[in-house]
């Protein structure tokens, strides 16, 4: 299992709510977080198939930005 990083601009748990069905659809539940105490919101992503510009990709289309590190 690969685990990818990105800093993003995900601000709060209402942010986390409009991401949740689609994130646990494309990666599985409990296989992604968000830090929001970090001052660069790092999602880390846990996957075997989905690539790290897929996941920048589905979040750019709910209005997120996703930069991986």
Not at 6 to 19: D, E, P, Q
């Amino acid at each position: 299992m690969n685990t990818i990083k990105f800093k993003s601009n995900i601000k709060c748990g209402g942010c986390i709510a409009a991401i949740n069905e689609s994130m646990n659809e494309m990666v599985g539940e409990n296989q992604w977080e968000v830090d929001l105490s970090s001052e660069n919101r790092i999602l880390t992503v846990k996957t075997e198939n989905v690539t790290s510009e897929e996941i920048s990709e589905k979040l750019k289309n709910l209005g997120y930005t996703a930069e991986k590190i």
